[in-house]
């Protein structure tokens, strides 16, 4: 039998055990990392670090910082993250879909004008003789979102999920009762504040090869223009490909796209989502009472050296264990030791105290 550490309750390996028994074995017994994060895990710690940094020293530092990063990796990396795995040269380096999202993100909230209180705030509360920690992106006070304090967690995701997901989503509701626990000012109200991380389409320049008329005009609907093909997009994005279009063809007039501009705007954004919940001591309560049981049930786990798998079609497509898994599965320990060649030895919670 394996013995049991002591380690304090943490969310991170909480939930990729309620996830699956058998992926949190891997990340946090076996203490598996890849070696290559995927591109859309590598955006999203990208975009994390950004949103950090600019707190601290604003968006032009923290944008000179991830180019410092993106540099300091190795070729190979660098066309892993910029190719997305199709080929040469396909898609633009990661800083510049970066730089497209934050934009977008920065015209989408640009009343934002919050008073911090903390950035990447360390939590570390006993309760009931166990240590609880965690790391909370922002803590902020802001009259728009609710009274006391609010907690905002940047969430990079693939696709913004349903709204019920985020009361069944006990991360914000645990930073939020390991604060109260010890804090007079309260939070109020935690803030899901969903980023895609694939950037807005930009809008294509269309009628680039349109004849003009003997007056040197084009007929109505032809010359360049900014396509009407149905896209995903922002405001922002959509105004910005305009005013750039409009620097080689003044024709080219924003008040002339107000009607596509209202039709963006009316949709809700399909890149950018703000979810407010109000943390009712219900929801609090609850999310500590899972998170404690969870905990349980991984030391009895560890204990018998038992981590079962948690099958299903939208938790093992994406996971990135998923060829080591079906490698032990099937019994062929070839195939077991060419999959172990795609991670590195990375403990949890070595990783967790470096960086708090």
């Known amino acids: 039998m394996l013995e049991t550490p002591i380690r304090p309750i943490a969310i991170s390996p909480t939930r990729a055990f309620q996830r699956c028994n058998r992926a949190y074995r891997y990340g946090y017994v076996d203490n598996l990392r890849p070696v290559h994060l995927s591109a859309p895990i590598r955006m999203g710690i990208e975009a994390h670090k950004f949103f950090e940094d600019a707190e601290r020293v604003g968006d032009e530092k923290a944008f000179e910082l991830v180019d410092q990063r993106w ?10 993250y910029q190719n997305r795995g199709k080929g040469d040269n396909v898609l ?18 640009q009343d934002d004008n ?7 705030h360390k939590l570390d509360v006993v309760i009931e003789g166990r240590r609880h920690v965690g790391i909370m992106d922002l803590l902020v006070r802001d009259v728009r979102l609710g009274p006391g304090l609010t907690l905002i967690d940047r969430k990079t995701t693939s696709r913004i ?3 019920s997901v985020q009361l069944n989503d006990p991360q914000l509701a645990f930073y939020a009762g390991l604060w109260n626990a010890t804090n007079e000012e309260k939070v109020e109200q935690v803030v899901f504040d969903y980023i ?8 294509s320049l269309v009628g680039l090869k349109d004849r003009r ?58 890149f950018l989502r ?17 998170v404690r049981a969870t905990n349980t049930f991984i030391s009895a786990a560890t204990q018998a050296n038992v981590f079962p798998r948690s ?31 795609q991670f590195e030895a990375s403990d949890y919670w070595e990783r967790y105290h470096a960086t708090t």
């Not at 540099?71 to 892993?80: G, H, K, N, V, Y």
């Not at 510049?96 to 015209?107: F, K, T």
């Not at 703000?274 to 899972?290: C, N, Y």
């Not at 497509?317 to 019994?331: A, D, N, T, Y």
């Open 71 to 80: 540099e300091s990796l190795t070729t190979e990396q660098r066309a892993i």
């Open 92 to 109: 633009p380096p990661l800083p510049e879909d970066l730089r497209r999202i934050v934009r977008s993100y920065r015209y989408q909230y």
């Open 114 to 120: 919050w008073e911090v209180v903390g950035v990447e």
């Open 161 to 163: 999920p349903d709204d």
């Open 196 to 203: 895609v991380s694939k950037p807005p389409t930009t809008p």
């Open 213 to 270: 008329r003997t007056d040197g005009t084009f007929a109505d609907g032809k010359g360049p223009r900014i396509s009407s093909r149905a896209i995903e997009t922002t405001v922002f994005e959509f105004v910005d490909a305009i005013q750039n279009a409009a620097d080689t063809y003044p024709h080219i007039r924003l008040h002339d796209y107000k009607d596509e501009i209202d039709k963006i705007n009316a949709k809700p954004n399909p």
């Open 274 to 290: 703000r979810r407010v919940i109000r943390m009712t001591p219900s929801i609090i309560e609850s999310a500590m009472r899972d």
């Open 311 to 341: 099958v299903g079609p939208f938790t093992c497509p994406s996971c990135q264990f998923k060829g080591l898994c079906c490698s032990e599965l099937q019994g062929d320990t070839d195939m077991v030791q060419e999959e172990l060649r």
